[in-house]
């Protein structure tokens, strides 16, 4: 959820999920373990985005923060007939924000492999 709100925010557009990478667990999450979700659109296509998901654990009484998971999904911004419309560009801040934007085009590839892969099966299928 928080991710579809990062990208509807951004876009000022509804969006649908256009893919969900995996969710890399970092660090074990126990129970009793407080939790945050970051999200921060990290990439912006014509339409869509990738949006990076962190889940951080807080250690209140040693007062750290540890990345417990990290998560990419994309999305798509839709206008009023429900078709793909521009999103504003990205324009990361921070070193962080900066060093993942600077990654995403590596990820992008690889998403667009996978989903190539993903329509090459359904057409082998459909034989």
């Known amino acids: 959820e928080i ?3 990062t990208a509807m925010k951004h876009a000022g557009n509804p969006v649908v999920t ?4 995996s969710v890399d667990f970092l660090r074990p999450i126990t129970t009793g373990d407080i939790l945050s979700y970051e999200a921060m659109v990290s990439y912006a296509g014509t339409s869509s985005m990738e949006i990076c998901v962190q889940i951080v654990i807080d250690d209140v009484y040693k007062n750290e923060r540890h990345l417990a998971a990290l998560s990419f999904l994309t999305f798509v911004a839709l206008d009023s ?6 999103v504003p560009d ?4 921070t070193s962080v924000e900066k060093w993942f934007h600077e990654t995403a085009q ?4 690889r998403r667009k ?14 034989r």
Request: charged share 35%; proline share 6%.
């Open 18 to 21: 256009a893919s969900t990478d």
């Open 3 to 5: 991710a579809a709100i």
């Open 106 to 109: 590596q990820r992008v590839a």
């Open 113 to 126: 492999e996978r989903r190539k892969e993903s329509i090459d099966t359904i057409e082998y299928l459909s």
């Open 90 to 93: 990205v324009e990361p801040e």
């Open 81 to 86: 007939d429900g078709k793909p419309t521009s």
